[in-house]
T-cell receptor
Framework: EPEVTQTPSHQVTQMGQEVILRCVPI?????FYWYRQILGQKVEFLVS????????KSEIFDDQFSVERPDGSNFTLKIRSTKLEDSAMYFC????????????FGPGTRLTVL | SQQGEEDPQALSIQEGENATMNCSYK?????LQWYRQNSGRGLVHLIL?????REKHSGRLRVTLDTSKKSSSLLITASRAADTASYFC????????????FGTGTRLQVTL
């Protein structure tokens, strides 16, 4: 069964450094998402992406964050200058359609900012 | 309460028993999805129920949706130790359908 994959599984970085989290969505899916889960807290929506554009974004997704689909298979989340509070599990998800369809999640990347 | 609140927060049952988890939400929704998360791992999709549906089954899972009460329930029948996990409901609202809003989760412990 097709799955969403994410790399790396764990990323450790110094405060102020840039990180890029990578995702490979399910191949026939058209909508892509990033969510994050701070330890012990709810899963929070960051951004949705369709047709090479951001569809929706949350208040968390400020100018420090950006997303890109650099080729036909990868979907990336960049954090320009990491802060301690960016430490979280970041989940990528994809769906065939938006709003009415299942979002399939990847295994997550645990980001630790020191 | 916040959008997507589950109760109970924790549930401990013995193998073979049924487990019922509830979710309440505040805004009008397009659909409601249930996910499972094993400790520190990814989110596994269990079932999606649309706003015009009242009940859905998948294997040992039964989900109900009452839009008038803005609530949903997930029933796991004949539970197994492998069902031990956190269970979350997530709603897609009418205004922002692509944005799932997750609840706080129910931690289910199934003992032998």
């Amino acid at each position: 069964e097709p799955e969403v994959t994410q790399t790396p599984s764990h990323q450790v970085t110094q405060m102020g450094q840039e990180v890029i989290l990578r995702c490979v969505p399910i191949s026939n899916h058209l909508y892509f998402y990033w969510y994050r889960q701070i330890l012990g807290q709810k899963v929070e929506f960051l951004v949705s992406f369709y047709n090479n554009e951001i569809s929706e974004k949350s208040e968390i997704f400020d100018d420090q964050f950006s997303v890109e689909r650099p080729d036909g298979s990868n979907f990336t989340l960049k954090i320009r200058s990491t802060k301690l509070e960016d430490s979280a599990m970041y989940f990528c998800a994809s769906s065939i359609d938006t709003g009415t369809d299942t979002q399939y999640f990847g295994p997550g990347t645990r980001l630790t900012v020191l | 309460s916040q959008q997507g609140e589950e109760d109970p927060q924790a549930l401990s049952i013995q193998e073979g028993e049924n487990a019922t988890m509830n979710c309440s939400y505040k805004t009008s929704i397009n659909n409601l999805q249930w996910y499972r998360q094993n400790s520190g791992r990814g989110l596994v999709h269990l079932i999606l129920i649309r706003s015009n549906e009242r009940e859905k089954h998948s294997g040992r899972l039964r989900v109900t949706l009452d839009t008038s009460k803005k609530s949903s329930s997930l029933l796991i029948t004949a539970s197994r130790a492998a069902d031990t996990a956190s269970y979350f409901c997530a709603t897609g609202s009418l205004r922002a359908a692509s944005k799932l809003t997750f609840g706080t989760g129910t931690r289910l412990q199934v003992t032998l």
